[in-house]
């Protein structure tokens, strides 16, 4: 999943975006509202962090607002250093779908991130499933059928993201743009191998279960139990 931070602190939005990258997120990061307003409307971004005040020619607040009014529906959780009701209800009028006061826990932020990312899916819980095959993002444990599978956090990443599109064909770009950061250098060959890498695990060691990750010839890639 791919995360944008738009925070002008350069040490906050350095340890958001370490602490994020280290729980399998790609994250970019900009400094100002400016720069925040062209970046976060680019569609492949799952979630916007976004700092409420902000240099450039507008604040976060505003920023929000132009998101939503340009069609823009990532979900954004809004920071903020100020805690009154007043600030919260401004943010979330603004079209935030959460809001953090600072100082907050690294540990909040990303549980409120993968809220987020939970909440378009049909699934119960920290836990996707397609047919035997179970990730539990809050653990990071993989299971298909009784057997646990380990993962690199790339792998995890991946697979996280097909799992929250099921009989979805994916394309490589898709990949590409929702599971690497901006400044990563990645050919569509690597996709395959990275596919090929899940195929190992996934597939290939249950010999008497349909696989569950296809090829779609010219297109990508799904993820479909039947
Ligand atoms: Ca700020």
């Known amino acids: ?6 925070e002008d602190e350069p040490k906050i939005a350095q340890a958001i975006k370490k602490g994020l990258e280290l729980k399998g997120f790609a994250v970019d990061v900009v400094y100002d509202s400016d720069s925040g307003l062209s970046y976060g409307a680019d569609p492949d971004y799952d979630v ?3 700092d409420r005040m ?3 020619s507008i604040d976060g607040a505003e920023l929000c607002r132009k998101l939503r009014d340009n ?17 919260k209800v401004e ?6 779908d959460d809001y953090l006061v600072k100082p907050f826990s690294f540990d909040e932020l990303t549980a409120r991130v993968k809220a987020l990312l939970r909440r378009p899916a049909t699934h119960v819980g920290t836990s996707v499933s397609v047919g035997d095959l179970q990730l539990d993002t809050n653990t990071y444990k993989v299971i298909r059928g009784d057997k646990e599978i380990k993962l690199s956090s790339k792998e995890f990443a ?10 979805q064909v994916i394309t490589k770009d898709m990949i590409i743009n929702h599971v690497w950061d901006q400044d990563a250098d990645i050919l569509p060959n690597t996709i395959e191998v990275y596919i090929g890498y899940l195929r190992n695990k996934i597939d290939r060691p249950f010999p008497t279960l349909k696989p569950l990750i296809h090829t779609m010839r ?4 799904k993820i479909e139990a039947n």
């Open 1 to 6: 999943m791919r995360i944008l931070v738009i």
């Open 48 to 50: 916007i962090v976004l």
């Open 54 to 56: 902000l240099p450039g």
């Open 71 to 87: 069609g823009i529906n990532t979900a954004i959780i809004m920071l903020t250093a100020r805690g009154t009701i007043g600030d």
């Open 91 to 96: 943010g979330l009028n603004s079209g935030a």
């Open 158 to 167: 991946l697979l996280e993201y097909f799992m929250h599109h099921p009989g």
């Open 218 to 221: 010219g297109f990508g890639y």
